[in-house]
Nanobody, 123 residues
Framework: QVQLVESGGGLVQAGASLRLSCVAS????????AAWFRQAPGKKREFVAS????????RYADSVKGRFTISRDNAKRTVYLQMNSLKPEDTAVYYC????????????????WGQGTQVTVSS
């Protein structure tokens, strides 16, 4: 059974950094595009960042551009989200997603999703 398991969330103060990880199992990870999404209380899930199969291409939401970095290590079947200069408005549950189609994964239509990890940023 395919699983995506996120970790690295927590409670931090504004301006701090966190690195989220998402480990995939039971799939050939190098054949999947990946993305991070987030959902704050009372809000819709929103796209944060995506990365191509090889990691050579990345895309970011305007709200996180310049502060967040997505990367991947296919040998470890892991995608990362380095989050710097965190703001209270970054508070959300963060989900990773994977799909063979980058278009699908960016459109929130990915075949596989993790269970989420909570990030809370205090002011």
């Amino acid at each position: 059974q395919v699983q995506l398991v996120e970790s690295g969330g927590g409670l931090v103060q504004a301006g701090a950094s966190l690195r989220l990880s998402c480990v995939a199992s039971q799939l050939t990870f190098s054949q999947y595009a990946a993305a991070w999404f987030r959902q704050a209380p009372g809000k819709k899930r929103e796209f944060v960042a995506s990365i191509s199969l090889s990691g050579g291409s990345t895309r970011y939401a305007d709200s996180v551009k310049g502060r967040f970095t997505i990367s991947r290590d296919n040998a470890k079947r892991t995608v990362y989200l380095q989050m710097n200069s965190l703001k209270p408005e970054d508070t959300a549950v963060y989900y990773c997603a994977a799909d063979t189609s980058r278009v699908r994964v960016e459109s929130s239509l990915a075949d596989y999703w993790g269970q989420g990890t909570q990030v809370t940023v205090s002011s």
